[in-house]
């Protein structure tokens, strides 16, 4: 399995902008689908976005399409998450997933993701 670190988490005013990142170890990064998640105190993990191996297909929930772009680096064993316009309600703390997969494979869902790293929590003030 993959080891998973997020970085960049923080505090910012509604409207502001972060960037996470997530770096993976191993050398076998280009074979796993990878996933942003988030859980906010007293709810359940719920789906960012994902992106397939090559970066070919990214895919977004509702609540933050036009505002998130998720990306990846095979080079650098390390995908992205860049948040803007951010609202109170993206308030949580972050999560990225991987699965190891084919080359189009991706999915949304919590379960299929066999490797999470730690979380890092980002706080949208009004």
């Known amino acids: 399995q993959v080891q998973l670190v997020e970085s960049g988490g923080g505090l910012v005013q509604a409207g502001g902008s972060l960037r996470l990142s997530c770096a993976a170890s191993?050398?076998?990064?280009?074979?796993?689908?990878m996933g942003w998640f988030r859980q906010a105190p007293g709810k359940e993990r719920e789906f960012v976005a994902t992106?397939?191996?090559?970066?070919?297909?990214?895919v977004y929930a509702d609540s933050v399409k036009g505002r998130f772009t998720i990306s990846r680096d095979n080079a650098k064993n390390t995908i992205y998450l860049q948040m803007n316009s951010l609202k109170p309600e993206d308030t949580a703390v972050y999560y990225c997933?991987?699965?190891?997969?084919?080359?189009?494979?991706?999915?949304?869902?919590?379960?299929?993701?066999?490797?999470w790293g730690q979380g890092t929590q980002v706080t949208v003030s009004s």
């Open positions: 191993g050398r076998t990064f280009s074979t796993y689908a």
């Open positions: 997933a991987a699965r190891y997969s084919s080359s189009l494979f991706y999915t949304i869902k919590v379960a299929d993701y066999n490797s």
């Open positions: 992106i397939t191996r090559s970066g070919g297909v990214t």
